[in-house]
């Protein structure tokens, strides 16, 4: 497995608070990683911090070697960086085949003014997403009609839609019931199984998820980086016990 | 399959823009000549209100697009008057290059801005447009000045027919930039600026520029702006600042939400109730024909927020 980003010294403070200290880490080709801590660990600030959205007081980042702590997230996603929403990002107004064309046309480095957004190549990319992620029976609804689970998926179908390197998920079953979490974990999971190569970092709250899924845990606290392993060892040490899964607490 | 629908689609509105010219064009032989000179301006109004509609799809209203009727307008003039350009086509499509030039420095700033700071930053380039030609007396201060009759392909328009070719031109003019309205509304680009109107972080965070839609969406906006511009002025034979006072710049925005955003012919069939109501009211009632707008605006808004286009186009999202 090749080096495919690669996190080093990063720091960033929001006035007393630190959301990040010291965070280095290297993240393999076609990984599977879970990152998890407690609210205002420091999990979504490193997703930010990776795609763009905030630039480190300290650090670099790089994906595949090259320097990208500078660039903007535009530029970030079109070098093979794409993330999906703890709140789902979407056009409500829109259909949900329309919602995977908006997706297929910012990823089109040659915009046209002439062809077709509903072009055939465009709309089988589309559909062999919808299909791929169950959400090709409501091609056709708007999004604003739709249930929160559907709208998560069709969050990431978007995010998978050019491909990328390194699919960042944020809270991927955040407000879905307990219940529907298993089901939709695996379908998104099936369904990025299929993308070849593809690198995930999901930030999860559900440690029954992150072993289920995960092939690497790397937990946050306080914007420290408390453990970084395989899930069975990470979710064992007394830092995550203690300060994530409160089970040390409890004891 | 699905790509003989995107051609029937694209055949289909080419050939009802088509259907649309001819019918009109053979009409005008037989309307009266207030007629097709009240549809000449509804055109040539309806064009400037279709750069409007093209930056209401990306989420932004600019309340100086009369800044870009004037730019047309006195260019066309100019160029008739003092460098003996005198074919109508020409001039026409010299009013929307000129429109072009002169917005494009302009449109990478204005793409920063949305809301009420890109309306009044618009208004407040139309109205530094404004006071720049009341002042100049060199281009007939407030009263502007009067353009000659234009030529067309090198033939001399004679007196019965000068009005009737300039709606032919006009209308011809229109049909096509509709039609290619119509193409990079649903293009990829189009799509994207549907989007941008939206969820802005989201275009960014799918690889598409926000700032780059809103600069051409502008841009094009300038060049119907200017080529209305052109071709209004140039049935007229007059062209004056008030061209580019914030008043005609607000006729602009109420045919553009009048029409709605879907549809491209609901424009012009806007333009025209404007021009039919405005002449019909001046003569009938003078002084409150605003007032009969105003409230036929209201109505709209009320009961028709998408425009008189989402009567035709319901169901469609886009």
Known sequence: MSLLLQAQGLGKRFGAVVAASDINISVHTGERVSLIGSNGAGKTTFVNMITGYMKPDQGRITLDGLDITPLAPRAITRLGVARSFQIPQLYGDLTVQDNMLVANACHDQKLSFWQPARRPEAIARAETLLERFGLAEHRERRVAELPGGVRKLLDIAMALTASPKLLLLDEPTSGVSADEKFPMMDTIMAALGQEAGTTVLFVEHDMDIVERHASRVIAFYAGRVIADDQPAIALATDDVRRYVTGELLQE | ?318
């Open chain 2, 1 to 318: 399959m699905i790509q003989t629908e995107t051609a029937v689609g694209h055949g289909r509105t080419v050939a009802l823009g088509l259907a649309a010219f001819v019918l009109l064009a053979l009409a005008g032989l037989a309307m009266p000549k207030w007629l097709t000179f009240l549809l000449t301006m509804a055109a040539a109004n309806g064009l400037v209100s279709l750069g409007i509609v093209g930056l209401m799809r990306g989420g932004v209203v600019p309340f100086g697009q009369g800044m870009m009727l004037a730019l047309g307008g006195y260019a066309a003039a100019l160029a008739f008057n003092k460098l003996g350009v005198t074919d109508a086509l020409l001039l026409a499509l010299g009013g929307g290059v000129v429109a072009t030039l002169a917005a494009a420095p302009f449109a990478p700033l204005l793409s920063r801005y949305r809301g009420i700071f890109f309306a009044m930053l618009t208004l407040a380039l139309s109205m530094v447009t404004y006071g720049l030609l009341m002042k100049l007396s060199a281009l007939g201060g407030s009263d502007g000045f009067n353009l000659g009759r234009p030529t067309l392909f090198g033939q001399v328009l004679a007196d019965a027919w000068v009005g009737y070719t300039l709606y032919v031109l006009t209308i011809a003019l229109a049909t096509v930039m509709a039609l290619l309205a119509r193409v990079y509304f649903d293009s990829t680009r189009g799509l994207v600026t549907l989007a941008v109107r939206e969820n802005e972080l989201r275009v960014e965070y799918l690889g598409g520029s926000v700032r780059q839609a809103m600069t051409i969406n502008f841009i094009l906006a300038a060049f119907c702006g200017g080529l209305g511009g052109a071709l209004a002025v140039m049935s007229l034979g007059h062209v004056e600042p008030t061209f580019s006072f914030w008043t005609t710049s607000g006729e602009f925005v109420f045919v553009a939400i009048l029409a709605g955003w879907q549809s491209v012919a609901a424009v012009f069939i806007a333009s025209t109730v404007l021009e039919v109501v405005r002449s019909f009211s001046s003569a009938y009632f003078p002084n409150t024909w605003q007032l009969a707008l105003g409230l036929f605006l209201l109505f709209v808004i009320r009961f028709l927020p998408k425009g008189i286009g989402s009567l035709w186009m319901r169901g469609s999202t886009r």
